[in-house]
């Protein structure tokens, strides 16, 4: 062995390292490992003194009720199904007014621009197409996040989501996933890409994997909107009035149960075909319940969640309003873009109980979820005549009336937002991720495959059992 | 339009959260805005201990807080001012140790070794303290420079925890300063004691842990080797303790050369520091 003095190499001093481990007899070998945690616990012990009981009553009630394997997911759905009818309930009314006076300021608008004789592109451009486009994202968008957002973060500072990942955890394992991808659920419940880099969480290469695959089956901030918006129009509608809050409220449960439901399906096939291996354990802290501080839940869900998600459906609804506005004025062979575009789309889309400009709308939208029912609707009320839409039941006459939606198609609408493609900004996560363009492009396409095939078997069903 | 909104929103936030009115005078948020610092701030502690929190405080910025461990995942950097100086800080990964291969204690690790800050805040959650008190004396074992935020002790004192800080800082060997991130209170005397820290006005006599004569001697052995080769570092003990525990992460910076070549990322660093100031 060398001096310390002479040159040395990186193996020689693992080799000796190695060499002094096996030199030290048994009582230092078992040191080496205890001898922090020893000091660790004679600190504990000095500084710290415990007067009386250390976990309140309540505490412990709660977590026996919540994480009971009796009790802790039907609490788990009921409280999701709580918050959804507080924010359809709550959402309805401000959406309205939201509309009523947006649109009026539309209309206000575009006769100021005819008595000023603006040419008639100018006006249609920008008060027909890119302001109507964001008047839609602020009335129907802005209500149920205002009021979701703060009441799913009060949860989230309470401390239930550990309490969910440890609920969940069976379930996981048994479909070879890892019970922490709950949690990289939870962070997909605000943003799929968020949840995509909190799998890193998850040590297992291959369950990570699992979990960034699986994880654009949880509706995301900016699809959440448009499912519950979907429930109310549609799903509320189709019930009496007196269950209407509750029928559209269980729907956008349904939805995310059969979100979860794909991610558990999808998460057992991946670990027994191309992901295969077995759960790994860990170790779940369960954080204690706190209360949580309001004026900084209302900042951060308003701020953070509210603002910024909206601000994103803004500035991606601005370009394709104008878009849809020009693909809908640009005439060939007497047919507008829009029409020629929607009609070649036409067959895949009622093959999937959609139609050809829903199709469009999603391939529009790419980049970012929160625009597929306001470009749906520019394309509607662009492709065919102008018509006045103020609030959402006349959004229901609409959709009914001039563009023959049905349950189904809501149906199939809502299942296709919670299954398809990731939008852009994840699938770029995804790749920063995994630095692998397979994963990528299977992250990509594997959910457009369910999504296809989902909304194609639940549409011909549908159809072959006389409804729709 | 943007920018007037986030000014709004900064104002807001220091309204809401605390944070602002708990930072000593001569202060000011920089953000992201991470050019010509002078100094570094780490920010470790198991997960769930109001790491987020605090670097918000801190820095004016909106990391993910929320009650569930594992939020960050990623080392998150921000920017404040005090008193002339810049300083950047840097938060990283909760972690219960730094001893296995996880990925998110790999960068901990890695950042308390290689990125040499001038200062570590080990946040420790004072209602289970013996579990973060593993962590502390991990970190001790690499860096003097650390202040301990005793987090949660409101919690501790419903919790009927009779916690005795002073005696904590002299067992530890390091400033400990109690505090409670969500309201803010503490945050004001811990960035004192991290600057003190920083400064060099407070040396530090970091507890080290107890081990047998024979174990001593064979780390007194190893440590000139790897002295010899990484100069300057210091964190040989730990490195030679690490060592000859049969760590396959410190093998690894070995081997790949990354240990070696600590010498020039120093050098790097002070030269980034002299960079021209705005």
């Known amino acids: 062995m060398n001096e310390a003095g002479g040159i040395i190499n990186h193996k020689e001093i693992i080799e000796h390292a190695d060499h002094l481990r096996r030199s030290l007899q048994g009582a230092s070998q078992e040191e080496l490992a205890q001898a922090i945690y020893r000091d660790a616990e004679n600190i504990f012990r000095r500084v710290v003194r415990q007067k009386g009981d250390r976990y309140g009553e309540w505490d412990r009630l709660l977590d026996r009720i919540l994480t009971s394997p009796l009790t802790g997911l039907p609490i788990m759905v009921l409280l999701l199904a709580v918050i959804l009818w507080i924010t359809i309930i709550a959402a309805n009314y401000p959406s309205q007014i939201l509309a009523h006076a947006l649109f009026g300021i539309e209309n206000r608008a575009a006769i100021l621009f005819e008595q000023w004789k603006a040419p008639w592109w100018l006006t249609g451009f920008l008060w027909h197409g890119v302001y109507r486009g964001l008047a839609w994202v602020v009335s129907v968008m802005l209500p149920p996040m205002a009021i979701f957002f703060p009441v799913f973060t009060i949860l989230e500072d309470f401390g239930f989501l550990p309490r969910v990942a440890f609920n969940m955890d069976r379930l996981f394992q048994k479909c070879g996933a890892h019970g922490k991808q709950a949690l990289t659920m939870g962070m997909g419940f605000g943003c799929n ?164 400009v829903i199709i469009l709308a999603y391939i529009i939208a790419i980049p970012a979820n929160e625009i597929v029912v306001p470009v749906i609707l520019m394309a509607y009320t662009r492709a065919g005549m102008m018509i006045e839409v103020e609030g959402l039941s006349e959004l229901r006459h609409l959709l009914v009336g001039e563009y023959h939606w049905s349950l189904l198609t809501a149906v199939c609408l809502m299942l296709f937002s919670l299954l398809h493609n990731p939008c852009s900004t994840t699938i770029l996560t995804i790749w920063k991720e995994t630095r692998s363009v397979k994963w990528t492009a299977l992250g990509a396409l594997m959910p457009l495959g369910v999504a296809v095939g989902v909304t194609f078997i639940v549409a011909q069903t549908a159809r072959a059992l006389g409804w729709g | 339009m943007m920018e007037n909104i986030k000014k709004l929103a900064g104002c807001l936030r220091q309204l809401t959260c605390g944070g602002g009115d708990a930072c000593p005078g001569n202060w000011r948020y920089l953000g992201v805005d991470l050019t010509h610092w002078d100094y570094v701030v780490a920010l470790a502690g198991n997960p769930n201990t109001g790491k987020s929190s605090i670097f918000n405080a801190l820095t004016g910025l909106r990391q993910h807080t929320g009650n569930w461990p594992g939020k960050t995942v990623i080392r998150a950097e921000g920017g404040f001012q005090y008193e002339h100086k810049r300083y950047k800080l840097i938060d990283l990964p909760g972690t219960y140790s730094l001893l296995s ?120 052995e190893l440590v000139p080797f790897i002295e010899k080769m990484c100069p300057g570092l210091p964190s040989a003990d730990w490195i030679a303790v690490r060592l000859i525990e049969g760590d396959i992460g410190v093998r690894e910076a070995l081997l790949s050369g990354r240990l070696a070549s600590w010498g020039e990322k120093k050098d790097l660093k002070e030269e980034r520091k002299k960079g021209p100031r705005p």
């Open chain 1, 193 to 356: 890409a968020a949840g995509v880099i909190a799998a890193r969480i998850i040590d297992s290469p291959r369950e990570r994997l699992i979990a960034i695959l699986t994880n654009t089956f949880v509706p995301c901030n900016g699809r959440f909107p448009t499912l519950i918006m979907l429930a109310n129009i549609f799903v509320a509608a189709a019930v009496p009035s007196v269950w209407a809050s509750f029928a559209a409220a269980g729907a956008v449960v349904g939805v995310v149960g059969v979100g979860v439901i794909f991610t558990l399906i999808v998460s057992a096939v991946l670990s027994r075909t191309i992901l295969k291996g077995e759960p790994s354990s860990f170790v779940l802290e369960l954080p204690p319940y706190r209360r949580p501080n309001i004026l900084r839940v209302l900042y951060t869900s308003i701020i953070d969640r509210t603002i910024f998600v909206l601000y994103r459906a803004v500035i991606m609804a601005v370009p394709a309003g104008g878009v849809i506005w020009l693909l809908g004025n640009i005439y060939v062979a007497g047919e507008s873009l829009t029409s020629w575009m929607a009609g070649a789309l036409q067959p895949l889309g009622q093959a999937l109980g959609l139609d050809g």
């Open chain 2, 101 to 220: 291969m996880s990925a998110d204690e790999e960068i901990a690790r890695d950042f308390i070794l290689f990125g040499q800050p001038d200062c570590t805040i080990v946040m420790v959650d004072a209602t289970c303290l013996e579990r973060n008190l593993n962590l502390v004396l991990q970190i001790l074992e690499m860096t003097g420079k650390a202040v301990i935020a005793l987090n949660f002790m409101d919690e501790a004192r419903r919790k009927n925890m009779d916690i005795d800080s002073r005696r904590l800082a002299r067992d530890l060997g390091v400033p400990v300063v109690a505090t409670v991130a969500k309201t803010g209170e503490g945050i004001r005397p811990l960035i004192l004691e991290a600057v003190n820290i920083v400064t060099g006005a407070v040396k530090t006599q970091p507890h080290k842990v107890e081990r047998s004569a024979a174990l001593k001697q064979a780390i007194e």
